[in-house]
C-alpha cells in the first residue's frame, strides 16, 4: 500500500473509532441522566403529579420524570405521604414548593426509581442527599433502626426490599431524654455495627444529610458507605466530598444501585418524619447545590431590569 493510501485507510479508521467513542459516549450519557432532584412539589407542568398534602406519596411522579411506587406487603399502612412545607437547611439551594415527604412507623415503603434504568449504576461512587426533620421521636430505642438507604430493584413490589445499602439509622441518645443520634449501617443490619455521629438532635432540629455508596472490585463485601450529617455549607458545591463522614463496609454489596426506598417498615424508626429536597448524583457537588451568591442574583436581577429597560425605549423609540 502506498503511503498515502495508507493515511488515508488510517484515518478511516481512526474516524471509525472515533464515531463508536461518541456513540458509545451518547449511549453512557443517556443511561445514566443523574442528576436527580425530587423537591416534593407540584410537577404537573413538566409532566408529573401534583404533590398535593395528603396525598401518597407512592403514585407521585416528578418534574424529571422520575417515579414513586409502593413497595411492601399490600395493604399495609400507613405508607409516605406528601406534607404541607418546605424543610430549609441554609445554605443549600432548593426549589420551595410548599412541600415535602412525611414517613415512620410501620406500614408500607414509597420507593424512587433514579433516572438510570433498571441496570442501575454499578460502579464509582454514587450520592444521595436529603434534608430532614423528625418530629415524633417517641417510638426510638437505643439500638436504632434505619428508615431509608439505596435498594437496588426498581418498581412495585409486594413485598418489603431489604437489599438496602447506606442506610440512614437512628436511635433514641444514650444520655438526653428527648434527643435522638443519626448513624450508618452499610447493608448489615445488626445494631452493633451500626456508626453513629456524636451530634444530638431534637424534634426542632433539621438536618442535612448526605450519603454515598462506593463500588470497589476486590469482593463481594469491600463496598463503602458514607454518610455527612450537617456538613459544613463552606463545601456545598465542591470539587471533591469533604471530610469528616462516618464510613460503614458491614454487610454484603449491593450489585446495583438503581432506587431509593423511603420506609416505613418498623414500629421502632420514628413515629414522625420528613424529608425534603432528596438529590441523587455521581459527586458531590451535584448533591449539595448552593444558593447563589446574592451579588449574582442582584446582578441577573439588574440584567433583566436592563433588557426590560432596553425593550421599552427600542418600543417608545418606534412609536
Ligand atoms: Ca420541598
Ligand atoms: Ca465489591
Redesign the pocket.
Known sequence: MNPVMKCITHQGASMKKFLLFFSLSSLTVSAFALPDYESFSDATGAGGTSYNTGDNLAGQKDAGGQSWFLAGVPGSSPQPTIANGDLIVPGLYSAGGGHSAAFGGNGNNARLNLSVGAGGITAGTVYFSFAMKLTDISTLTTGGIFWAGYNNSQGAQSTVPNTVATRVVTRASLTTPGAYNIGLDKSLGTPANFVWASGEFTTASTVFIVGSYT?????????VSQLWINPNSSDFGAASAPGGSLSSTSGN?LVRVASFTLYNRNANEPAGGLIDDLRFGLNWADVTPAVPEPTTITLGALGLVMLGLSRFLRKASKN
Open positions: 463500588f470497589n472490585t476486590s469482593s463481594g463485601s469491600d463496598d454489596d
